[in-house]
């Protein structure tokens, strides 16, 4: 039996999905999760922006003893996604604790560029 | 009615506006702020150098339920704004909890580098 | 005699080995982890998937006093390696305090990229 | 009067200053600091190697309310420096509370890479 890790809420101030890609890489952002304990962990995730109200409802699953990598323009709720090119926040809530890293990879002039934090938590266990 | 998240103050070491840019992407940071609550986030920003007496008293906003990715060129106290190639810090105080990350795109050389981190917080709610 | 620093538990959930090179600089990742104290730093790292169980049992040692940038291309465990090109997540258990920061260097395409990241602790002393 | 924030003490694992350059802008680090009291922050670094005791007794000065980006090339302790192209970690200790953060630019390849990351506190104020 594995043991759950880190906390239930997390934080990305600053999310954008790059519009443009070149080279062999495309352009993505990845929500990075892991799930340490035996339990799924069921993610509910809420996309806010700079000038409309928040994108609520964004349902994702993580196995236990499984990590997962989220694509952030696959994320819908109720058909709507992110739009590309649009700077947003994320939060991410978890029945069960996790740990949240994200990254992104531009490529929108050719050789790609590289960043990541890991997102902010609000408890830690 | 929403949750307002994170910390009241929080705090940028690397500062730096890159002088140059080139191809389509312009030089430029973001001071990405998430005010997941409902009332507005009233910010007051101070800005250090390495060699004269602190920029105070730079006044932005960020409504509720709503990101704002602040272009830190434009940022200014009566006329006075953060001048380009020059090393800085940043602190960045709110009147309601707010989560902050700072980000650098830097094209100064062909193809752009990216650089990110989540600011340092003094408390955390 | 020196003192131990940090936490005895890191995460980090964006692990990804870059399959492909270019140019004088191999991609790679590397855990860096720094033990201050005078005792040996005995670790155990798990390896979390998205798609099978964890890879568990990996074993490595960081002398009092010392740091060791572990590159994760050699981390086995029983003959079994991380594979290149697949999202993985990653647990550092120490006998010690330590401190684990994670990079990646990518030059999959000509030009390099970096990201890094502080891993995430559970404890902190 | 302005108010000392952050901690006295700060680690950074992942250290390593390029030993080649490309392009107009030439490969460093920055140990990036904030001192946002009245006070002089005294700062003693402590440098680890893979294969060798630490370099200890690196001093440094960050006078009140300024913050310095210091070149980790020009760090030294009795005539010793950093070699460049070797993996090392750096532990900051300041007589008063400060922030740190820690960024690295890499032109080894023409056009140039960024990382940073906050640097691991060991207390908050």
Redesign the interface.
């Known amino acids: 039996m594995?043991q759950a890790?880190?906390s239930r809420?997390w934080?990305?101030?600053?999310g954008?999905i790059p519009p443009l890609s070149s080279?062999?890489?495309e352009s993505h952002e990845?929500i990075?999760?892991?799930n340490?304990g035996d339990e799924p962990a069921e993610l509910e995730l809420?996309v806010?922006?700079?000038?409309r109200?928040?994108l609520a409802g964004i349902v994702e699953t993580v196995p236990g003893?499984?990590?997962?990598?989220i694509r952030t323009a696959g994320l819908a709720s109720g058909g709507e996604r992110i739009p590309a090119g649009v700077?947003?926040?994320v939060?991410v809530a978890s029945s069960v604790p996790v740990?949240?890293?994200y990254?992104?990879?531009?490529?929108?002039?050719?050789?790609?560029?590289?960043?990541?934090?890991?997102?902010?938590?609000?408890e830690?266990?």
């Open positions: 594995s890790l880190g809420s934080i990305i101030p600053d954008y080279g062999s890489l990845s990075c999760v892991l340490a809420t806010y922006f700079e000038d109200e928040p003893r499984r990590t997962r990598h700077p947003y926040a939060t740990v949240v890293q990254s992104r990879l531009d490529s929108t002039q050719p050789e790609l560029a590289l960043m990541s934090v890991m997102a902010h938590p609000l830690r266990s």
